[in-house]
């Protein structure tokens, strides 16, 4: 159980365009995920709290503007970034949490998405 | 603002050898998570640890929470290649069930054969 998909795995594009990436969650109804970015072998930095529903919240010094977060259901919430340059270039991991549903606060992590912007 | 403080970030060591890794707050965790993390992948969740004092064991891997919930040791013991990768623990502080994690600065680690 507790299986996350992100999708897509690996993406290229050119500067200017915007990139949609989804996260689901396969197997449990999500309360909230969350949106994380990752240099080499660097930490995870989150980005954003995304609850079904309503608004996401974002940490300080993301731009809520660029990365358009929508959390549709339960089990789907999706980033885009957009007008994408190539400090953009990252990897994106998304996670999904089971709220009270759960017996402890755990996340569950997609697989991430390689992001590269030329 | 609560900090996690993650030591070494960085561990070379040789096949069969024993290493621990360290997580430190000067908060009170409400509960502690370790995950590993293999290039290219998401964090798989190892373990979860919620009471003062208590030790969990996954096969060579012991996980310790202190007994004031302020910090958290793993340790591996006879470690083998297979066990290369980032480890990152990831506190909650949160009395209100938010799901909100802060994340270590991560541990890599490399075992060679």
């Known amino acids: 159980g507790a299986v996350v998909s992100q999708h897509p795995s690996r993406v290229i594009c050119k500067s200017g365009t915007s990139v949609k990436i989804e996260c689901r969650s396969l197997?449990?109804?999500?309360?909230?995920m969350f949106w994380y970015r990752q240099f080499p072998k660097k930490s995870l930095m989150l980005m954003a709290t995304s609850n079904e529903g309503s608004k996401a919240t974002y940490e300080q010094g993301v731009e809520k503007d660029k990365f358009l977060i929508n959390h549709a259901s339960l089990t789907l919430s999706t980033l885009t970034v957009t007008s994408a340059h190539p400090e953009d270039s990252s990897f994106y991991i998304c996670?999904?949490?089971?709220?009270?549903?759960?017996?402890?606060?755990?996340?569950?992590f997609g697989p991430g998405t390689r992001l590269t912007v030329l | 603002t609560q900090l996690l403080e993650q030591s070494p970030q960085f561990l070379s060591i040789q096949e069969g050898e024993n290493l621990t890794v360290y997580c430190n707050s000067s908060s009170v965790f409400s509960s502690l998570q370790w995950y590993r993390q293999e290039p290219g992948e998401g964090p798989v969740l190892l373990v979860t640890v919620v009471t003062g004092g208590e030790v969990k064991k996954l096969k060579r891997l012991t996980f310790q929470f202190g007994d004031a919930r302020k910090d958290s040791s793993l340790h591996i013991t006879a470690a083998q290649p297979g066990d290369t990768g980032l480890y990152l623990c990831?506190?909650?502080?949160?009395?209100?069930?938010?799901?909100?994690?802060?994340f270590g600065q991560g541990t890599t680690l490399q075992v060679k054969p």
């Open positions: 996670s999904a949490y089971r709220g009270l549903a759960g017996p402890y606060n755990e996340q569950f």
């Open positions: 197997d449990f109804q999500a309360t909230t």
């Open positions: 990831a506190g909650d502080f949160s009395s209100s069930n938010t799901g909100k994690l802060i």
